[in-house]
């Protein structure tokens, strides 16, 4: 038999063990994750040898991972029926780096000349993080095929022993002689939360042992000898429990999950008592692995506009959680999307530091955004009843999307849905296309606080009379999301409330001169009325867009929507009251009125006041409130009280 050997550490391995355990001193309970990581790989490969040679197996074909503590001796053991490791993969795999990749970011760091703790994540921590918690270790394993058991030791200092030992069956126990303050690890209920926590879906089951007392024996009841013994002591025994749920749902083929297990899981990650609206579970296989399974619940949580809630989708490698709200892989607008994304290229390791730019999450990023609008499209067309409920919970949410990520814009376009002057409820843009009659070249809109405001704006009377949709945007996001959305299926979308609204028509001579006319014989009126308001217009103008109303305020070029400019000057009251322009409708009688009793006494107070009175009257029909209601109500009074007199 061979004497213990003593082994020095490859010097990579110290300089690794250091910065693991200094960099990751606050994030100790990760060891576990990784020693069960490694147990599930051990499995994993020899199941692979298997395949080619059954012998290997030697009749345990049950593969589990044990997890036990003896808490009076302070350890922790960690057990798998795996491949197990001979004398010479312990010096290779415990005691020397050779992963390529780490020993090039060892190699990187000796260039910065720095220990950078945030790099950590660059390569996988793997077993050393054991000495998170041990002040020893050791690693008895026994290589599959082999009888031959070696006991692997070490402190993490200079070096570790070898030497032969005893082990039943193939297979690799590690054992955690843990430091004082770590005694929590022993604990049954600690280490169930923590494999709950990152391990639940490892594929092999995990079982923890707990001292329990042994079931009891039936009674012999003629043995009177046992009725008047004392009360014996419990007999404790170590008895093992499965306590994850073991098959990592999005793992397994979709044709072999049930609804009712996709329902189930959904619950599970979301804490949602209702079932998702819908989900996508797939498989990306082109220069990323992954896999994801991602969910769209029905109704907007209470927290979809608080800024620090939480993005709910998981990060698995390889069926090791990683980290929950993922907010790197998920973009804000789809915050609400619950699931998993499990992937096979990035560290065990990865940390947050690393995800914020890498291509691997780019990638994954892209596909995310694709997968679930792609779902909800679908899912649209075939339900298009529970699309609109959901759509009036989300959309603003889903709006976002389209000026922060404007190469989405035709995705999100086909998932946009709004009020219509055209129809009751709902309405997708293609559909609004469709009902297009012929002449009308662009989609119009209007902005503005409530249906019922938008619904009753004069800026649309030309474009109703002209029997063309106008959608209503009653959403504080909906300027901008216009604005990203640019054009929609080569159709440029229009604000009927815009200046130089182009309805596409010549005007014919004869509309031409009686336009030409009315402006003649307006421009004195026109004149006095922009002295008047000359605080609060830009221009006073002759308006061809109004039917009914006699005026009505539109945006200059490059101008703001008045309902946005309220918005943010509620947040923000240094932000200067924009000055709109005043159209002026020539053909209605009122105005003809107060051109007349203008042109009989120009200095007149009473018109003066009359046009105060338009103005103020062009600011409720677009919904914005007047500057001095009082004044309004009296004027009006005053009003009412004259026609009264008169009649
Ligand atoms: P990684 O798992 O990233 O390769 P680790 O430091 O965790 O790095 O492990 C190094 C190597 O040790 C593994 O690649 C594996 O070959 C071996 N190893 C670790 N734990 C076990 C185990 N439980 N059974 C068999 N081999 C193991």
């Given at each position: 038999m061979s004497a213990t050997e003593t082994h020095a550490f490859q010097a990579e391995v110290?300089?690794?063990?250091?910065?693991?355990?200094?960099?990751?001193?606050s994030n100790k309970e990760i060891f576990l994750r990784e020693l069960v990581s490694n147990a599930s790989d051990a499995i994993d490969r020899l199941r692979l040898s298997a395949l080619e040679d059954d012998n290997l197996l030697d009749d345990d074909a049950e593969f589990a991972i044990q997890i036990w503590a003896e808490p009076e001796a302070r350890l922790l053991h960690i057990a798998d029926n795996g491949s197990g490791m001979s004398h010479d993969q312990l010096i290779a795999s415990l005691g020397t780096i050779a992963h390529s990749g780490t020993l090039q970011f060892l190699e990187g760091l000796k260039e910065k000349k720095a220990d950078d703790a945030s790099l950590i994540g660059q390569f996988g921590v793997g077993f050393y993080s054991a000495f998170l918690v041990a002040d020893m270790v050791t690693v008895t394993s026994r290589a599959a095929g082999s009888d031959e058991a070696w006991v692997w030791t070490s402190d993490a200092q200079e070096s570790y022993t070898l030497?032969?030992?005893?082990?039943?069956?193939?297979?690799?126990?590690?054992?955690?002689?843990?430091?004082?303050?770590?005694?929590?690890?022993?604990?049954?209920?600690?280490?169930?939360?923590?494999?709950?926590?990152?391990?639940?879906?490892?594929?092999?089951?995990?079982?923890?042992?707990d001292m329990r007392p042994a079931p009891e024996e039936p009674k012999d009841e003629d043995d009177e000898s046992e009725e008047d013994a004392e009360p014996k002591e419990p007999v404790l025994t170590l008895q093992f429990e499965q306590v994850n749920k073991g098959s990592a749902l999005w793992q397994r083929p979709r044709d072999e999950v049930t609804d009712e297990e996709y329902v189930e899981f959904y619950k599970h990650v979301s804490n949602d008592f209702e079932d998702p609206l819908c989900w996508n579970h797939f498989k990306i296989e082109g220069t990323q692995l992954f896999t994801g399974l991602l969910y769209v619940p029905k109704r907007p949580p209470f927290d979809l506009y608080h800024r620090e809630a939480k993005r709910g989708v998981s990060l698995f490698v390889n069926r090791v959680f990683i980290l929950d709200d993922a907010e790197e892989l998920v973009p804000a607008w789809l915050r609400f999307v619950k699931g998993v994304i499990d992937s096979d290229d990035l560290p065990l390791n990865v940390s947050r530091e690393m995800l914020q730019d890498g291509a691997i999450t780019r990638s994954i990023r892209k596909q995310v955004i694709k997968k679930t609008l792609d779902?909800?499209?679908?899912?649209?067309?075939?339900?298009?009843?529970?699309?609109?409920?959901?759509?009036?919970?989300?959309?603003?949410?889903?709006?976002?999307?389209?000026?922060?990520?404007?190469?989405?814009?035709?995705?999100?376009?086909?998932?946009?849905?709004?009020?219509?002057?055209?129809?009751?409820?709902?309405?997708?843009?293609?559909?609004?296309?469709?009902?297009?009659?012929?002449g009308q070249e662009d989609i119009y809109y209007v902005i503005g606080e409530s249906e019922a405001a938008v619904a009753a704006s004069p800026h649309l009377e030309s474009l109703k009379s002209r029997g063309w949709e106008v959608l209503y945007m009653?959403?504080?996001?909906?300027?901008?999301?216009?604005?990203?959305?640019?054009?929609y299926d080569d159709k440029k979308l229009v604000s009927a409330?815009?200046?130089?609204?182009?309805?596409?028509?010549?005007?014919?001579?004869?509309?031409?001169?009686?336009?030409?006319?009315?402006?003649?014989?307006?421009?004195?009126?026109?004149?006095?009325?922009?002295?008047?308001?000359?605080?609060?217009?830009?221009e006073v103008r002759v308006s061809n867009r109004?039917?009914?109303?006699?005026?009505?305020?539109?945006?200059?070029?490059?101008?703001?929507?008045?309902?946005?400019?309220?918005?943010?000057?509620?947040?923000?009251?240094?932000?200067?009251?924009s000055k709109r322009i005043l159209e002026v409708n020539p053909t209605h009688p009122l105005i003809n009125a107060i051109r007349d009793a203008h042109g009989a006494e120009p200095e007149s107070a009473q018109v003066k006041e009359w046009v105060e009175i338009l103005y103020d009257q062009a600011l409720l029909l677009e919904g914005s409130p007047v500057e001095d209601p009082a004044r309004l109500a009296r004027r009006m009074?005053?009003?009412?009280?004259?026609?009264?007199?008169?009649t």
């Open positions: 110290s300089r690794v063990l250091h910065l693991v355990v200094n960099s990751l001193y030497e032969p030992g005893e082990r039943d069956g193939r297979g690799t126990t590690i054992t955690l002689h843990l430091a004082e303050e770590q005694m929590e690890y022993t604990s049954f209920w600690s280490l169930r939360a923590l494999i709950a926590k990152y391990s639940d879906y490892v594929r092999h089951p995990i079982m923890l042992g779902r909800l499209k679908t899912f649209a067309g075939d339900d298009a009843e529970a699309y609109n409920a959901f759509w009036t919970g989300f959309g603003p949410v889903i709006k976002e999307g389209l000026y922060l990520d404007k190469d989405q814009a035709k995705r999100i376009g086909k998932l946009l849905r709004y009020r219509s002057s055209g129809v009751d409820g709902l309405t997708s843009l293609d559909e609004y296309i469709e009902r297009m009659p012929e009653t959403d504080p996001v909906d300027e901008w999301a216009v604005d990203g959305l640019g054009d409330t815009k200046a130089d609204l182009d309805l596409g028509e010549e005007e014919d001579e004869d509309t031409k001169k009686e336009r030409e006319e009315a402006k003649d014989s307006l421009e004195g009126l026109l004149g006095h009325m922009g002295t008047v308001l000359d605080s609060n217009v830009s109004l039917t009914d109303s006699p005026v009505c305020l539109v945006v200059p070029e490059g101008g703001q929507n008045a309902y946005l400019e309220r918005l943010l000057r509620n947040h923000d009251n240094s932000i200067p009251k009074t005053t009003l009412l009280q004259k026609a009264m007199t008169t």
